[in-house]
């Protein structure tokens, strides 16, 4: 398995947290060394959605894409490229997995590690794509996310559902999952029907099949402002 974590270069806080991620990794005693995935930046969205042959379809109002039938709220972003290019860093990384044929832990810069990642398991289990982090403060009602994992007696189990299924919904915040070249195809040809939509919100369980997340919590959010929203 690769590790990754996704850090704006040169951006000072993006920097800090991910060594922030980095020493807790080393802390709770991961046998594993963290890579730095430069991410893409706001500058580079128009070449690349060219170069790669896709397009960014979220809607800036509340709409209902009839192709999938699902709701879609807009996100609050300074900088619309700046989420553009926050879904663009995951793309990448979800070809690279897949051309590879080996499984990727995909972290953004503001994880951070709460106890040694047990990942055969996860790797052993039927699903694709399973997040390890801490719903609270991750994710919209993170408190019912929380409880139904906690009244959980498996180690793995399917995204709880939180809203009305007509509104994307999968893993929480999407900062911390890892992914397998099975479930990097599927998001892969979700964003080849759908279009480009912000990480957490094209890799949802009614768009994509086999999501799964963990009993215990790997990860947490670090306490920080969103790059996305505040660029």
Request: aromatic content about 10%; hydrophobic content about 35%; charged content about 20%.
């Amino acid at each position: 398995m690769k590790h990754f974590i996704i850090t704006i270069e040169n951006h000072i806080d993006s920097e800090f947290a991910s060594h922030t991620c980095i020493e807790s990794s080393n802390r709770v005693g991961n046998d594993f060394n963290i890579n730095i995935w430069n991410a893409i930046i706001p500058e580079q969205v128009n070449s690349l959605l060219i170069k790669e042959n896709i397009q960014w379809t979220y809607p800036d109002v509340h709409k209902i894409d009839f192709k999938s039938g699902l709701t879609l709220h807009p996100y609050v972003t300074r900088n619309k490229n700046a989420r553009i290019a926050c879904g663009l860093s995951h793309y990448l990384l979800w070809k690279e997995c897949a051309e590879s044929n080996e499984p990727y832990l995909i972290l953004e810069h503001d994880a951070e590690f709460i106890r040694k990642l047990d990942y055969q398991y996860i790797l052993d289990s039927k699903y694709d794509i399973i997040g390890i982090n801490d719903p609270r403060g991750a994710t919209r009602k993170s408190n019912i996310f929380y409880q139904t994992i906690l009244n959980s007696k498996t180690n793995i189990l399917p995204p709880p559902k939180v809203d009305d299924m007509s509104v994307p919904q999968g893993l929480a915040g999407n900062s911390a999952y890892i992914i397998k070249p099975t479930g990097a195809q599927k998001v892969i040809s979700a964003v080849k029907d759908y279009g480009l939509w912000p990480n957490d919100a094209i890799m949802c369980q009614q768009l994509i099949k086999g999501m799964g997340v963990t009993r215990n919590f790997y990860t947490k959010v670090q306490n920080m402002s969103s790059s996305t929203t505040r660029d």
